[in-house]
T-cell receptor, first 114, second 112 residues
Framework: NAGVTQTPKFQVLKTGQSMTLQCAQD?????MSWYRQDPGMGLRLIHY???????DQGEVPNGYNVSRSTTEDFPLRLLSAAPSQTSVYFC?????????????FGSGTRLTVV | QKEVEQDPGPLSVPEGAIVSLNCTYS??????FMWYRQYSRKGPELLMY????GNKEDGRFTAQVDKSSKYISLFIRDSQPSDSATYLC????????????FGTGTQLKVEL
């Protein structure tokens, strides 16, 4: 099925642990991004990429790293997990020229840091 | 001041009602306006996309943009229990590439 696939769907981490959230899309979208969604805060942009090898910071990048070695994949790395990173994380992709198809979102990763 | 403001609700309406969901934004230069629907424990999905002022209709949904007031609305006619979800407005800033700024979302419940 065409779309954005995120893994894992759920994860519990201990403070200080690191992990990678995976995101893959099969629509040949150039643009990919990571958001976190917290109650009352809406969706906030963490990092984004306009193509393979090109990434940039969003609104809340601290504590997260990204890389984009292929068009299809855009993993998000948590370097040293903190309770403040407890959130739902969404990966989204789109064509390079945003049009009336907007973003395609994955189904999310629910992360709890204890 | 937030760039995009949205009443979080929750909003509860009876089946068949007309629903009005609204967002305000801070910068008159903002261009593209979108509405996303998000069911519980799912990712958002695009509902409507508009560029200019005025109305755009798609089935039971109408998106309205008033650039002079910096106000966008989504109307749902003949609301159904399946419309129960969180609705997020999103705005693309000029020069922002593909980046979107989202409202916090309004939770809607349509009751039988």
């Amino acid at each position: 099925n065409a779309g954005v696939t995120q893994t894992p769907k759920f994860q519990v981490l201990k403070t200080g642990q690191s992990m990678t959230l995976q995101c893959a899309q099969d629509m040949n979208h150039e643009y990919m991004s990571w958001y976190r969604q917290d109650p009352g805060m809406g969706l906030r942009l963490i990092h984004y990429s306009v193509g393979a090898g090109i990434t940039d910071q969003g609104e809340v990048p601290n504590g997260y790293n990204v890389s984009r070695s292929t068009t299809e994949d855009f993993p998000l790395r948590l370097l040293s997990a903190a309770p403040s990173q407890t959130s739902v994380y969404f990966c989204a992709s789109s064509y390079s020229k945003l049009n009336n198809y907007g973003y395609t979102f994955g189904s999310g990763t629910r992360l709890t840091v204890v | 001041q937030k760039e995009v403001e949205q009443d979080p609700g929750p909003l509860s309406v009876p089946e068949g009602a007309i629903v009005s969901l609204n967002c305000t934004y801070s910068n008159s230069a903002f261009q593209y306006f979108m509405w996303y629907r998000q069911y519980s424990r799912k990712g958002p999905e695009l509902l409507m996309y508009t560029y200019s002022s005025g109305n755009k209709e798609d089935g039971r949904f109408t998106a309205q943009v008033d650039k002079s007031s910096k106000y966008i609305s989504l109307f749902i006619r003949d609301s159904q229990p399946s419309d129960s979800a969180t609705y997020l407005c999103a705005i693309r800033k000029p020069g922002g590439g593909n980046k979107l700024t989202f409202g916090t979302g309004t939770q809607l419940k349509v009751e039988l």
